[in-house]
């Protein structure tokens, strides 16, 4: 479950170089990074592939049947060859030759609503591909596999000693673009350097990227989504979280765009799929592309997220989702146009109160005073490198702050913002008429998903916040003039929408149809295209630079941190925090005692969603087919000891973007699909605590069953390789 991964990887190009100066010299301490007698905390951490063999007889001790090289190989096929970077946010698994992959449901959410009607409600209904010919297109998915993972720390060095800081950036840009352009000779291949530790080491990522990936199948809502926000981020759980879709290429078997020519992708490695099922105990693994984690932060900084960024973002979306969710629950035809959005929102507000929540019990913020009061004590320099990094967390909170409202405005507030900024940029454009006739295409598929009175009311709750959070020398002065002209913010809404053209299909398709000179007149007399533009100038020239410029010290500063802690520390493991990179993490199926007179049992079964759905709730609807299902305890070879197995726990370290990665017993056979964490684990993107921090997976055999017996797609099963 991943957030703000666009706008951080945006930020990533524009800052990659960041981490360095002149005073910082070439010294890697390479044995600090071979992790050579170091203790190691097996639940913990999120490794890269390329360097398992360096934790390979902990994780063999811990119960792994396979060697490092069986999970990631660069010479011979390896379980790394399934794995799948599924839209560039989730995770997904190769289950069959014929390029059959599962996902989680909330990952192909967007697909599956696009593909709805109120005719064809592929959201309530279902949706499942009877063969190829009925697999569905969807432009834009893609598929990447990663092809190898090298360390290039060395290359990347080179030519930088005694320069000074802007020199040394420069450097470090050309030996990276050296490096790719080096690589890059390969068709269809993506050559990509990126830092880890905060800039002490770098890897070489090459990759492969399938634009051709189609809906293959999706339970109905009501089980993918089985208990809605009530049940997101708890145990125990019960949903059906998974999708089914396939890759497909050239008759070459190479990327293509999609294209009725193209055939199903042959895949080199498909998992086997175990029907057995999971012990407690059991070992597990979890393979995939985490987000983004800061298990280094300072005292300071947890404090400031804690007490600044996350109250702020928390009432933003509490805000947003408050007129959302009435809407839905108004009509079928507002819930298939705001589900994907209402989902996209919830997740990341829920999980922020989860952290909130755990980081204020786990006393997050004196847990980190007490390790940096040790480490000081170890050397007199580490208390002025202490001293710095908290000058710059203090100047940075601010903008900091203005960052993270400006993100949730823009990209998570009222859409019609983005929208008319989108069409202004249409105005300077070069094949402008062609231009305005895909913009007319793109605006009947996204009025298809409007309701302008949902809008409106979202836009009326946020202004006041936005402004209420956001630092007073950090105000837009042309906002502010432009409400000040009304009694209040409410007023100002309203006359935006009543004056704009951008509120329906079809006064927008008047405005796309006109010629250049009138579309450019219709921009100059739109009020929301001019909040739109002047709220986007604002944050380009007084936040964005402000906050790059802190952001890149504070980064710098943290990996001369990390490195001392490194040097300080040699018996301990130092992971790098996730970065949307190939990661495994392992641990083991277990439950968790999370507080006092609280035990949560390692698995659910079925019998849990009938009670859950007895309580009438409306997070907890089923289909009648589910219900006659349970009541004939039709199970085939799914059930065991009379029931069904829906869902199970384990002690692995994951974060958004592991959403829809497999989890693999130990000798990596598909046992369960990873989808979620326990709320008093959502604080493990800053402080991981082994004894409660927990994922949660959806049972293979439950997935299996809803396939086969269920929606009666058992020719999908018949492409898997199932192992007892």
Not at 98 to 126: A, F, M, P, R, V
Not at 234 to 252: G, K, L, M
Not at 366 to 375: L, V, Y
Not at 578 to 591: D, P, W
Request: charged content about 25%.
């Amino acid at each position: 479950m991943s957030e703000y991964l666009i706008i951080i990887n945006y930020i990533c190009k524009q800052q990659i170089l960041i981490f360095m100066s002149m005073k910082f010299k070439i010294i890697i301490i390479l044995l600090i990074f071979s992790f050579k007698g170091i203790l190691i905390f097996g639940h913990e951490g999120m490794w890269i592939p390329s360097l398992l063999k360096v934790i390979e007889g902990q994780m063999k001790s811990d119960g792994l049947e396979l060697s490092a090289e069986d999970i990631y190989s660069i010479n011979n096929s390896s379980l790394k060859d399934a794995i799948v970077h599924f839209g560039g946010g989730c995770t997904a698994e190769v289950v069959s030759k014929q390029g059959l992959i599962l996902t989680n449901h909330h990952c192909g959410y967007s697909q599956i609503q696009q593909h709805s009607s109120l005719e064809n409600n592929y959201l309530k209904d279902g949706f499942w591909a009877m063969s190829k010919s009925e697999e569905l297109t969807n432009p834009g998915l893609t598929a990447t596999f990663i092809v190898s993972i090298k360390d290039v720390t060395n290359e990347v060095f080179i030519d930088t000693a005694s320069l000074s800081s802007a020199e040394f950036k420069k450097v470090i840009s050309k030996n990276i673009k050296k490096i790719q352009n080096q690589e890059g000779n390969q068709p269809n291949y993506s050559y990509v350097v990126k830092p880890f530790f905060y800039g002490n080491k770098y890897y070489l990522i090459t990759s492969k990227t399938y634009n051709d990936v189609r809906l293959v199948g999706a339970p109905p809502s009501s089980m993918g989504k089985f208990g809605g926000d009530t049940d997101n981020w708890v145990w125990p759980r019960h949903t059906c979280d998974f999708s089914v879709f396939r890759i497909y290429a050239n008759q070459e078997n190479e990327p293509a765009e999609i294209s009725e020519n193209n055939i199903a992708y042959n895949a080199p490695v498909a998992l086997d799929v175990k029907v057995s099922g999971v012990k407690e105990n059991d070992f597990s693994m979890v393979f995939g592309f985490p987000g983004k984690t800061e298990q280094y932060l300072t005292s300071n900084a947890v404090d400031n997220y804690i007490n600044i960024i996350l109250p702020a973002r928390i009432e933003m979306r509490k805000n947003s989702l408050k007129h959302i969710d009435a809407s839905m629950d108004l009509s079928e035809s507002n819930f298939i146009k705001y589900a994907s959005k209402q989902s996209r929102i919830s997740n990341a507000y829920k999980k922020w109160i989860g952290q909130d929540l755990g980081l204020r019990k786990k006393q997050a913020v004196d847990k980190k005073r007490s390790e940096e009061k040790k480490w000081v004590e170890k050397s007199p320099s580490n208390q002025l490198l202490l001293d710095r990094l908290f000058t710059l967390e203090e100047q940075k909170i601010k903008y900091q702050l203005a960052y993270s409202l400006f993100i949730e405005l823009w990209y998570y507030g009222p859409e019609i913002i983005r929208f008319s900024n989108g069409i202004e940029k249409l105005k300077g454009a070069e094949e402008f008429e062609n231009k305005m006739t895909n913009k007319q295409k793109n605006s009947i598929n996204y009025f298809k998903n409007y309701d302008a009175k949902v809008d409106k009311e979202v836009f009326k709750s946020l202004i006041p916040i936005y402004l209420k959070h956001l630092a007073d020398d950090l105000e837009d002065p042309l906002m502010i003039s432009a409400i000040q002209k009304f009694d209040n913010e409410n007023l100002f809404v309203d006359n935006l929408f009543e004056k704009s053209k951008f509120t329906n299909l079809e006064a927008t398709l008047k405005v796309l149809n006109s010629n250049k000179k009138s579309f450019v007149k219709y921009l100059e007399k739109d009020p929301v295209v001019e909040f739109a533009s002047n709220l986007y100038k604002h944050f380009l020239n007084d936040i964005l630079p402000k906050y790059r410029k802190l952001e890149e010290e504070h980064q710098f500063v943290m990996g001369k941190y990390l490195k001392s802690l490194m040097e300080s520390y040699p018996e301990r493991s130092f992971f790098s925090d996730a970065n949307s990179t190939m990661r495994l993490t392992y641990g083991k199926v277990e439950g968790s005692k999370p507080r006092d007179g609280m035990s949560y049992d390692w698995f659910t079964t079925i019998d849990g969603i009938i009670d859950k759905y007895n309580t009438g709730e409306s997070d907890f609807k089923i289909p009648t087919r589910l219900q006659n299902l349970y009541n004939e305890k039709k199970y085939g070879r799914y059930g065991a000891n009379g029931t069904l197995n829906i869902c199970f726990l384990g002690s692995n370290h994951t974060t958004g973007g592991n959403s829809g990665s497999p989890a693999l017993d130990s000798k990596g056979q598909l046992v369960g699909i990873n989808f979620d964490r326990t709320w008093e684990s959502t604080m493990s993107d800053v402080l991981f605590d082994e004894n409660i921090c927990r994922n949660i997976m959806v049972d293979i055999r439950y997935v299996l069953w809803v396939i086969d017996v269920y929606a009666g797609a058992g020719h999908l099963v018949n492409e898997m390789n199932l192992v007892e």
